[in-house]
């Protein structure tokens, strides 16, 4: 509610607004695992970790970029993964018939924005719930992307190419990738924090009814965000391909239920209208920090996924249930509370 | 609300660090413990199988812990749940790579995807053998083969004739008519049959494919016996076809008359060769495939070996072993199962 729920919050002392968040929660809790593992798990500290922790996350940090904004509206994107396996697979079709690789990835592009646009039309203009859509077409295009290729995979790709994908920049241990994400990444704060479809964005989130009648282009609002979380799932695509020099049908497989738990962990409710972009790459940032580091623990990947889980439902069941302990205290001074709208009561039920 | 909302998220965050330091710290011991034994001077090795809770891979696991026992290396199984991503296994070389860990033991789930992470992995200095499942050759130092399709093609032909008495119709119940690795081991069987005259009397009447699904082989296998009254055994070189076979088989009057043999699991069928409708199959022990890559892993780490061709090292109990082309290690014949030994071997 942070944005747009209700003004009480300006009452309170600008530092207080700014520290006392869910994000800044979940950018302090990821500072201090940080600091943790630097300190206790043997190797953290060593030069490769930042690279490969990176690595790693790229694809999930691009894609929850567009999922934020999707799930800030109320709805969601199953098919993100399935969007990377099929970008992946047409990306090595086209090379392995001779084009080159740009103009493969070109078209790799413009796929991810038609399966974004098939999303966004089922949803936005004929009003079908997202979660049924792409349900669907999680299933549909992870099938044509493992149709087309079967089980064989397309490992031939001009080295240069690979490199883009491999490198880092300079002498540094950061990965090329971080500078388109970093550009998506300003982007996408720009438009949902400091612009007008931004506040549509909440707005549609916290009622879509009523954003409507407000005057927010609701549907074409939806669409274009569905058409922007294709094309950035198809050049994740791109970049999980050349990362690993191979494309096949599989790859980036349950990718979907990755980039969600992030978003979450993030801050975003899953009902709309309540969300930030810097919560949620620090969410991302969180979850390959513990991972990287319970694997140099030499922690068995069940024990990951548990500890992981653990959070992210620890995170969602503090928040009411710390609010609600804290509603039961006698209350200092009331600050000018004002009833709550409908909406708001909405992330004490998350 | 916005006071105690924002009062419950900061302590909602100090149970949540909490909950979590308190996490890692449960397991900093076993991490602590872990570095001392790598420590100690011993090799310190990491196997790493295309997923983990496989029986198959538990039982390389095991053979790969016998050996390491002996030679005084430590060594640590891990890798991804499933082997449904083709990369999931990236993150675990990365891991080693950063531990500076002596010897990488790993079944590749791709042969390309994990090639960059196995090139960083060496760089800083791990050997890398591939067992099982192979990288392309030039990403890792050794691949420890399973059996050879030479190997695998004579075996087949020697269990069946053996077990048909040497003479008479055969079929072959395959997987998919394009699987490449079916084709090439049944052109060398038809050349084999063709070539040595010990095989002279056995003719092989029909091939037909099963596509490596239960009901389908169960129904090929129902329509070879139909279509040819005078056949006196099987070769099913694929677990799914043997298994299904030898349930049809076991079922019905052929039981024990009609001979089947082929490429299977112990676990699979261990019910047939217990009611005799199988007298003995093929396989390679995954035991020993994983006994012999701690062995070479070893000889790698402490530069008995470089992986040049021509080069041998000593592999325990199994003897000695020499790197052929390529930088392969090849494991020897396929290994025969039979009522004798099925008990001892759970995968």
């Known amino acids: 509610m942070s944005t747009s729920g209700t003004y009480s919050e300006y009452a309170q002392p600008l530092w207080k607004r700014v520290l006392l968040t869910r994000e800044s929660a979940v950018i302090a809790l990821t500072i201090v695992v940080v600091l943790y593992s630097l300190a206790t798990v043997p190797n953290f500290d060593g030069p490769l970790t930042l690279k490969f922790l990176l690595q790693d996350i790229a694809p999930i940090l691009l894609i929850s970029l567009p999922m934020t904004l999707i799930i800030i509206t109320g709805e969601i994107d199953l098919s993100v993964a399935s969007i990377v396996g099929l970008s992946s697979v047409l990306l090595g079709v086209l090379h392995d018939n001779g084009l080159s690789l740009p103009l493969a990835a070109l078209i790799a592009l413009l796929l991810g924005a038609a399966c974004g646009a098939l999303n966004g039309f089922l949803v936005a203009y004929l009003g079908l719930p997202s979660l049924a859509v792409t349900i669907g077409t999680l299933a549909l295009f992870r099938g044509v992307a493992v149709g087309l290729l079967g089980t064989k995979a397309v490992t031939e790709f001009t080295p240069r190419w690979v490199d883009l994908a491999t490198g880092t920049i300079g002498s540094t241990n950061i990965p090329l990738v971080m500078i388109p994400f970093v550009v998506l990444a300003v982007g996408f704060s720009l438009l949902l924090h400091f612009s007008t479809s931004g506040r549509g964005i909440y707005d549609i989130g916290l009622n879509n009814e009523a954003a409507h009648f407000t005057g927010v282009p609701v549907a074409r609002t939806k669409f274009i965000l569905f058409v922007l979380s294709g094309v950035v799932s198809a050049f994740a695509g791109i970049y999980y391909t050349l990362r690993f020099g191979s494309a096949r049908g599989d790859n980036a497989t349950g990718m979907e239920l990755q980039v969600i738990a992030a978003v979450l962990l993030g801050g975003v409710s899953i009902f709309g209208g309540r969300g930030r972009i810097h919560g949620v790459l620090a969410g991302v940032v969180l979850i390959g920090v513990i991972s990287s580091a319970l694997r140099l623990e030499r922690i068995t990947v069940n024990v990951t996924n548990i500890i992981i889980g653990l959070l992210l439902v620890a995170s969602v069941i503090a928040t009411p249930l710390i609010a609600w302990a804290a509603g039961k205290l006698p209350r200092k001074a009331p600050q000018s509370e004002e009833p709550a709208p409908p909406k708001q009561a909405a992330p004490a039920g998350v | 609300m916005r006071i105690h909302s924002s009062r419950a998220t900061a302590l909602a965050a100090l149970a949540l660090s909490v909950s979590l330091l308190s996490a890692c710290g449960g397991e900093d011991t076993g991490g602590d413990s872990g570095d001392g034994d790598s420590g100690g001077g011993d090799i310190a090795l990491t196997m790493l199988p295309k997923n983990l809770g496989n029986p198959y891979f538990d039982t390389s696991t095991n053979g790969a812990e016998e050996a390491a026992d002996e030679v005084g290396a430590t060594i640590e199984e891990v890798g991804p749940e499933t082997g449904d991503d083709p990369a999931g296994q990236v993150p675990f070389i990365n891991?080693?790579?950063?531990?500076?860990?002596?010897?990488?033991?790993?079944?590749?789930?791709?042969?390309?995807?994990?090639?960059?992470?196995?090139?960083?992995?060496?760089?800083?200095?791990?050997?890398?053998?591939?067992?099982?499942?192979?990288?392309?050759?030039?990403?890792?130092?050794?691949?420890?083969?399973?059996?050879?399709?030479?190997?695998?093609?004579?075996?087949?032909?020697?269990?069946?004739?053996?077990?048909?008495?040497?003479?008479?119709?055969?079929?072959?119940?395959?997987?998919?008519?394009?699987?490449?690795?079916?084709?090439?081991?049944?052109?060398?069987?038809?050349?084999?049959?063709?070539?040595?005259?010990?095989?002279?009397?056995?003719?092989?009447?029909?091939?037909?494919?099963?596509?490596?699904?239960?009901?389908?082989?169960?129904?090929?296998?129902?329509?070879?016996?139909?279509?040819?009254?005078?056949l006196k055994g099987i070769i099913s070189p694929t677990t799914v076809g043997i298994a299904a076979a030898a349930r049809y088989l076991s079922e019905s009057e052929f039981k024990g008359k009609v001979k089947l043999t082929g490429l299977g699991t112990p676990n699979e069928m261990r019910p047939y060769v217990e009611d005799g409708t199988v007298e003995a199959f093929a396989l390679w022990n995954p035991a020993d495939l994983g006994y012999l890559a701690v062995q070479a892993t070893t000889a790698l780490v402490n530069g008995d070996i470089t992986g040049e061709e021509g080069e041998t090292f000593d592999a325990g109990r199994l003897g000695e072993f020499e790197v052929s082309a390529d930088g392969v290690v090849l494991l020897g014949e396929p290994f025969v199962f039979d009522e004798k030994n099925i008990e001892e071997f759970d995968f």
């Open chain 2, 95 to 230: 891991t080693v790579a950063q531990q500076g860990a002596d010897g990488l033991i790993v079944s590749a789930n791709d042969p390309e995807a994990i090639c960059d992470a196995i090139a960083e992995a060496r760089d800083a200095g791990v050997k890398v053998v591939t067992f099982d499942s192979d990288t392309n050759p030039d990403c890792r130092d050794l691949f420890i083969n399973q059996a050879t399709p030479e190997g695998i093609a004579a075996k087949q032909l020697e269990l069946i004739s053996e077990q048909i008495g040497g003479s008479g119709e055969i079929a072959i119940l395959s997987a998919a008519a394009n699987a490449t690795n079916q084709n090439a081991w049944i052109e060398m069987m038809e050349a084999e049959l063709k070539s040595n005259s010990a095989y002279k009397d056995i003719e092989l009447v029909d091939i037909v494919y099963g596509d490596d699904q239960d009901q389908k082989s169960f129904d090929q296998t129902e329509a070879l016996l139909q279509n040819h009254p005078d």
